[in-house]
């Protein structure tokens, strides 16, 4: 499954869910404690969206956007429901 994601790096805590604006595709907010350096933030985003999506973090790829904060990640056999439900959660 491939998702658009925003992300907020240097947050207070590491959360996924909650919508980034309201056009379409949705895109998916995601905040991680990593700064945005050296990759850090990156490798964040892999391992929260892994946790989110109860998969190995080896199943999640970004595939564009890597110096952005808007970006396309690839989720191997990721659940349209679960998607759906982080999407619709309020932080």
Do not use: W
């Not at 994601?5 to 805590?13: D, F």
């Not at 700064?35 to 080896?58: H, I, K, M, Q």
């Amino acid at each position: 499954m491939r998702l658009t994601v925003r992300v907020y790096p240097k947050a207070r805590t590491t959360t996924v869910g909650g919508r980034y604006g309201s056009g379409e595709p949705p895109v998916l907010v995601v905040r991680v404690a990593a700064p945005a350096s050296d990759g850090r933030a990156n490798e964040a985003v892999a391992r929260a969206l892994a946790c989110a999506f109860d998969r190995p973090s080896s199943t999640v790829r970004i595939i564009t956007g890597h110096t952005q904060r808007t970006k396309i990640v690839e989720v191997d056999d990721g659940d349209p429901i679960r998607l759906r439900q982080l999407l619709d959660k309020d932080d």
